[in-house]
C-alpha cells in the first residue's frame, strides 16, 4: 500500500492520545477510537507512522498492532485474556526442572529460582517445582492471587504480558518484567536457558539462531510497550 498522508501526530483527545494522519483520527483494527492514556505512547505510535516510506510496510507497526490487541480483544472481555494467562502458572517454564543429578539442573537454580522466589515473595503465592514431567498444579489460593494480580492490571499492560508470558512460556518471566527495576536482557536470557545449555552442549543452528533473535525483539518490543502504555 501506497503512503496515504503527509504529517503523522499524536494528539490530546478526550480519554487520552490520539494518532492523527492528516488531521484525521486513527482506528483499530476493529473500527474502535485508537486512545491510549499514555502520551509517551502515543507519540511513539505516531513516530511509527512518521517513520513509514512511500510504501507502507506493515510490519513497522509493532505498537499499533499491540494497542489494536489490548483495546480490540482485551478490553472487551480481560478474564479470557487471565484465564488464558493462569494456565501458564499450571505449566511454567520455570517450575519446571532437569533431574537434581543432572548438571542442567544446577544452572536452573542458579538462574531460575531466584527469579520464582522474588515472584513468590511479591505476590505472596508458592508455586510447585517439579523435576521431570509430571505436572503438580499450584493450590486454589495461589491462583486465585494471581488471578487478582492480572485482572488489576490495565488493557494495555495486560496485552504485553499476554505477548511476554506467549514468548517466554513463562508467567513468572513476564510479571517480572513489568516490575520498575526488570532487566529484560536477563529475564529472556532465563526464559530461553535450555535453549542456551543445548546450543553450547550440541552446536548451534544458523534458522534456530535466527529464531531466538526473533523471538528475543519481540520479548524486548512488548516489554518496552508496557512502559510507554503507562501514564
Request: glycine residues 6%; aromatic residues 6%; hydrophobic residues 45%.
Amino acid at each position: 500500500m501506497k503512503r496515504f498522508y503527509e504529517t503523522a501526530e499524536a494528539q490530546a483527545v478526550e480519554g487520552g492520545w490520539q494518532v492523527m494522519l492528516d488531521g484525521r483520527a486513527v482506528k483499530t483494527q476493529g473500527g474502535r477510537a485508537q486512545v491510549v492514556h499514555s502520551q509517551r505512547l502515543g507519540e511513539a505510535m505516531a513516530a511509527e507512522w512518521a517513520a513509514q516510506g512511500n510504501k507502507i510496510d506493515p510490519k513497522g507497526f509493532v505498537l499499533r498492532d499491540l494497542v489494536d490487541h489490548a483495546i480490540d480483544n482485551v478490553a472487551p472481555d480481560p478474564g479470557a485474556t487471565v484465564d488464558r494467562l493462569l494456565r501458564y502458572a499450571e505449566t511454567d517454564t520455570l517450575c519446571y526442572r532437569a533431574d537434581p543429578e543432572d548438571a542442567l539442573f544446577k544452572r536452573q537454580q542458579e538462574v531460575w529460582e531466584p527469579l520464582v522466589a522474588a515472584l513468590e515473595a511479591r505476590e505472596g503465592i508458592r508455586l510447585e517445582r517439579v523435576s521431570g514431567v509430571v505436572a503438580r498444579p499450584p493450590s486454589d489460593d495461589t491462583i486465585e492471587a494471581l488471578r487478582r494480580r492480572l485482572a488489576a492490571l490495565p488493557p494495555l499492560e495486560l496485552a504485553a504480558v499476554d505477548m511476554m508470558t506467549s514468548l517466554a512460556a513463562s508467567l513468572c518471566v513476564a510479571l517480572a518484567a513489568i516490575d520498575d527495576d526488570a532487566d529484560p536482557d536477563r529475564l529472556w536470557d532465563a526464559a530461553e536457558l535450555e535453549e542456551s545449555w543445548q546450543a553450547d552442549l550440541w552446536g548451534k543452528d544458523e534458522e534456530a539462531e535466527e529464531r531466538r533473535a526473533e523471538r528475543r525483539a519481540n520479548f524486548r518490543q512488548a516489554f518496552d510497550f508496557a512502559r510507554l502504555a503507562r501514564r
